[in-house]
């Protein structure tokens, strides 16, 4: 196992979740069933079902297109969701 890919996929997501409608949805999911632990066991195997999704897709694409066009084509669809989002067209 490579500690560093680990902990550098485990930083990346923490704050990237940190505060992100996700987390959101958990607080108030809480808040309205006060069921803190089955909350917790939802989330966390939602996560691990989405989580497993991106791996298997990120594993298919990369066999299809080379890395380096995979990150660019990345990169311009988080600019045009990011976009969709600031003109309320998502």
């Known amino acids: 196992m490579d500690w560093q890919v680990l ?11 940190l505060g992100d409608k996700t987390q959101l949805a ?3 999911q809480t808040c309205k069933h006060d069921q803190p ?3 917790f066991l939802g989330a966390a195997l939602a996560l691990i079902a989405v989580t497993a999704l991106g791996v298997l897709g990120g594993q298919a694409l990369s066999a299809l297109i080379p890395p ?7 990169a311009v669809a988080f600019v045009v969701i990011g976009v969709l989002v600031w003109f309320d067209v998502l």
Do not use: D, M, P, Y
């Not at 996929?9 to 979740?17: I, K, R, S, V």
């Not at 380096?68 to 990345?74: D, E, I, T, Y």
């Open 7 to 17: 902990l550098s996929t485990f930083g990346l997501l923490f704050l990237a979740e």
């Open 26 to 28: 958990v607080i108030l």
């Open 68 to 74: 380096a066009s995979l990150r660019k084509l990345s």
């Open 37 to 39: 632990w089955t909350v």
